[in-house]
């Protein structure tokens, strides 16, 4: 291979290794300006994520607005009992206008029996020669009958007060629904519904946030260990090329001068590529504070130095059933079922009778003594009982019913699509997590065989022994073998966050108990 093929390997080797990276990572956040850097490990960055990331608390409010709704579910089952009072001002006293109109009297007859009384006649009642004092006398009278024509008497219109011109009234309500044919049951079971989906949306989030703390975190990482790469490679062709102008200028005859302008070329090549690494790391730090929820100008920068490589010794069954527990897609579908049993005994609530129990205790004062200012009506109470018996509404509830449980039928089947799209995503990730552990290992032989033959090759090159085209061959194919190294580490942990993300569960804490 010439120089001039290896110089056309370079952006299509080391470039797209790592630079493929930094374009997600600048289009999370801009770039940093002047501000305060911190060195921050994996830990801390994951719980000032928890802390500081603005969409954990949008999530928990989510939560709270569902069980505020659950709470407003239940207050159903407890009796309402309610007081209002008030003051009426009225700009005319409350009256009532009684019209005008006649009384008929029919025709009558009147029996009076006879009988007898004391009369008392005064003194010289008659005139003089009668007794001078009072004298008291019985008199008898026969019986008789009196008889009444029939009559109309007038009345007249007549304007009768009722209150005063201003109220006051106090009223103290009371309901009790006793029996309700389950509907205050499926309420409470579709709030809870909510609260079930409000919480796995807030694990999904959780997960969401740990699965982009680390991937960014491992990004950066990855983006320093490839500056660092990209600058030692660039030192080692550097010497390379002072020590082909020796051999060049000294007129060995091993080295032309072809040579040593396409090792010049190399190197310049090289350097204008390490550039943009730098660039990458430093967007990828401000990628990982922009997720922390710090500000657009801090940078974070990885306390460790290399990504971590742990082979996986989980069981693909158990990942598997633990997915069913924990993963946040399942729980809401479970919550969902949940949610439209609920509504179907909502609905069929309608079937059946409903019994409330009511009072109420009401107390008026007015300045108006009369009309219908009793004593009586001043102040009182009432005790019912009511029931609400369905007939018939045109099959409208039969109607609902059959909606929510068409609902509840269709869930069940997105349940076995989900239960089977859970397991074979899950599968595909194992498998390519068991590839990722290959590719890790092969490339982990293959840069220390690069890394010795590079070694071997550079200090033959001195010796004139190789020309130049291998001594700079060999010093990229080790540079592009250490990146692809650092890249399987790094699919191979985002490999592991998915899995964790997928699952549910926090698989770092299973790997350290193994560990």
């Known amino acids: 291979m010439s120089p001039n093929q290896i110089l056309r390997l370079i952006p299509c080797a080391v470039l797209a290794v790592c630079c493929w990276q930094s374009s997600t990572l600048q289009s999370q956040t801009p770039a940093p300006g002047v501000d305060s850097r911190q060195v921050l490990s994996l830990d801390d960055c994951l719980r000032m994520a928890r802390e500081n990331n603005h969409s954990r608390p949008a999530s928990q409010f989510a939560v709270a607005m569902a069980e505020a709704q659950h709470r407003q579910a239940l207050a159903g089952y407890w009796p309402q009992v309610s007081v209002k009072g008030g003051i009426t001002a009225m700009e005319h006293p409350l009256d009532f206008a009684y019209p005008a109109g006649e009384m008929y009297i029919p025709a009558q007859s009147v029996a009076i029996p006879g009988g007898s009384a004391t009369v008392s006649i005064p003194a010289n009642a008659f005139g003089p020669g009668f007794p001078p004092v009072a004298v008291q006398l019985p008199v008898s009278y026969p019986g008789q009958t009196v008889n009444t024509n029939p009559q109309l008497f007038p009345i007249p219109a007549q304007d009768i007060k009722l209150l005063g011109k201003a109220t006051e009234a106090m009223q103290g309500d009371f309901k009790w629904l006793l029996a309700d044919g389950g509907m205050r049951h499926g309420y409470s079971e579709q709030a809870m519904g909510g609260v079930d989906a409000a919480k796995a949306e807030a694990r999904r989030t959780d997960l969401e946030l740990t699965d982009s703390v680390v ?35 000294e007129g060995s005859g091993s080295v032309t001068k072809a040579d040593f302008l396409d090792n010049l070329v190399m190197v310049d090549s090289l350097r204008s590529i390490v550039g943009p690494l730098e660039e990458n790391e430093s967007s990828a730090e401000a990628a990982l504070a922009y997720t922390l929820g710090l500000s657009w100008k801090s940078s974070v920068e990885p306390r460790d130095g290399e990504i971590p490589y742990l082979p996986y010794a989980g069981n693909l069954d158990a990942m598997v059933t633990t997915a069913y527990e924990f993963n946040p897609d399942w729980n809401k579908l479970q919550a969902g079922l949940r949610s439209y049993e609920g509504e179907r005994l909502t609905a069929s609530s309608g079937h059946y009778p409903k019994l409330a129990l009511t009072g109420n205790l009401h107390r008026m004062w007015n300045s108006y003594e009369g009309g219908v200012n009793t004593p009586d009506n001043r102040s009182g109470w009432t005790v019912g009982a009511g029931v609400e018996i369905p007939i018939f509404d045109g099959f409208l509830t039969s109607a609902k019913v059959a909606e929510a449980q068409a609902k509840i039928n269709k869930l069940k089947q997105e349940k076995m699509l989900l239960r089977e799209g859970i397991g074979l995503q899950i599968r595909t990730l194992f498998l390519s997590l068991s590839a990722a552990e290959k590719s890790y290992r092969a490339s982990a032989d293959a840069m220390k065989a690069a890394g010795d033959d590079r070694d071997l090759t550079t200090r033959a090159y001195a010796s004139g022994l190789v020309d130049t085209a291998r001594v700079i061959r060999v010093q990229l194919q080790e540079a592009m073998v250490s990146a692809a190294f650092y890249k399987s580490a790094y699919d191979h942990r985002v490999l592991e966050s998915k899995i964790d993300l997928v699952v549910g569960k926090e698989m770092q804490s299973q790997i350290d108990a193994v560990h």
Do not use: C, F, N, P
Not at 216 to 241: C, F, H, K, P, S
């Open 215 to 249: 991937r960014i975190y491992y990004g950066a990482v990855l983006a320093r260990q490839l500056r660092q790469l990209g600058d030692d490679t660039l030192e080692r062709m550097e010497a390379t090329l002072r020590v082909t102008e020796t051999l060049y200028k």
